[in-house]
């Protein structure tokens, strides 16, 4: 018996936590992209109404393979699943209607195309993004002491999961999805908001930052994009190396797409050493 058979029998009895596990355990790099949309099932089946980390893991896992299922039912209705219950009834749409041109008369694929027509037509009442703005920086005015002393620790690497889960929740406030880093410069301490490349969100961040109490920015810098660094420089044991040090040439490629080639002589002894770290 095969994982993917073995995993059908574990779905049929509702055991979806065995289906994880057992997936789970597979090196990412050695599975398949069915494998990939199974586990990306079984988190869908799993996760409660609300539990939005199951469903974004969903889609993180079966959006590399869009290519390799096209006109798939199974795929589509599993990303529009994942987005129905992340109250993101648009792009859930779109998935549900692919699935539906690919198994034509499915009742339940209907009846989910049917919902997200009508929550479109009719939205439930949400709460404006004035409002979520202003909520989320309350909850960070009264996080961000927390999220400083986890910045500070020697070992924030371990207490990185908890710094960037606890930041997280935050911003779910205001934001249906947000991407960020947070960081210390040597001066405040800093929270990037990141549009990737979204024009649409790029309004929504800048109006979030403009927004920030003083307060907060008394400690922290709340910025959209990474800002320049002036003097910037890395250290590998005794080798330093600056912006100064290194030639960089840009090639464009497509129309959002840019190539860059770097060259470091200091990093040359290094890369004879460790090239993963050079």
């Known amino acids: 018996m095969t994982l993917l058979e073995q995993c059908q029998i574990w779905n049929d009895n509702d055991e979806y936590q065995k289906i994880i596990d057992a997936i789970e355990a597979v090196p990412a790099e050695e599975r398949t992209p069915e494998l990939d949309s199974e586990l990306a099932r079984a988190y869908n089946n799993a996760a409660d109404v609300g539990d939005r980390e199951l469903f974004e893991k969903a889609i993180a896992l079966l959006k590399p393979h869009e290519a390799y299922f096209a006109g798939d039912h199974k795929w589509n209705f599993r990303m529009g699943y994942a987005y129905y219950y992340l109250d993101q009834e648009g792009p859930a749409l779109h998935y549900f ?11 339940d694929t209907q009846g989910l195309i049917d919902d997200c027509r009508s929550r479109l037509a009719f939205p439930r009442f ?24 986890l910045l500070d620790r020697e070992d924030r690497q371990a207490a990185g999961e908890e710094l960037v889960a ?40 800048v109006y979030f930052c403009r927004r920030a109490p003083a307060s907060i920015l008394e400690h922290w810098n709340i910025c959209v994009g990474r800002q320049t660094s002036r003097g910037f420089s890395l250290k590998l044991g005794d080798c330093e190396v600056s912006g100064k040090d290194v030639q960089v040439w840009v090639e ?6 840019a190539a860059l080639t770097l060259y470091c002589e200091k990093l040359l002894p290094v890369l004879a050493e460790d090239e993963g770290r050079a």
């Open 166 to 205: 606890r930041c997280q929740e935050i911003l779910h406030t205001a934001f249906a999805d947000v991407a960020f880093e947070l960081g210390f410069n040597g001066e405040k301490y800093e929270l990037i908001l990141s549009p990737e490349g979204d024009k649409a969100k790029l309004f929504e961040l």
């Open 97 to 107: 209607e692919q699935a539906l041109a690919a198994r034509p008369g499915d009742r």
């Open 126 to 149: 949400r709460k404006n993004f004035r409002t979520r703005t202003v909520e989320a920086w309350v909850a960070f005015q009264r996080e961000e002491g927390d999220l400083r002393r």
């Open 252 to 257: 464009k490629r497509e129309e959002r797409e």
